[in-house]
């Protein structure tokens, strides 16, 4: 999820996407471009929906499925669109997220 809004993706709220994907995880690696994003400041919030159920599990307040932010920020909680902003140029930004996966 690709989000342009501080107060939506503080919120992480699906109402306030700019762009969405979804895309099957591979072994190696996944990887997806966003085209004709419009300069500006944006956030990538990713969430692996292991089990299908289009929600994010969590037991006792811990994630139980894989998740990850721009900037890599957010491992222990969920960061703020400051933190995990990034600035688009009319040039490509290439961004490389760590999903982390607490078990």
């Excluded at 762009?19 to 995880?25: D, F, I, Q, S, T």
């Excluded at 990887?31 to 299908?52: C, I, M, Q, W």
């Excluded at 307040?61 to 969920?78: Q, W």
């Excluded at 933190?83 to 607490?102: H, P, R």
């Amino acid at each position: 999820m690709v989000y342009d809004s501080a107060d939506a993706f503080n919120r992480l709220s699906v109402d306030g996407i700019a762009r969405y994907a979804e895309l099957r995880p591979r072994p190696t690696g996944t990887s997806f471009t966003f085209l004709n994003l419009k300069p500006g400041r944006y956030a990538v919030a990713v969430h692996h929906d292991e089990n299908g159920n289009a929600a994010f599990d969590m037991e006792n307040g811990v994630p139980t499925e894989g998740y990850a932010f721009s900037n890599n920020v957010g491992t222990l909680r969920e960061p703020t669109f400051k933190e995990a902003g990034f600035s688009v140029t009319e040039d490509t930004k290439i961004l490389t997220l760590d999903v982390i996966y607490i078990r």
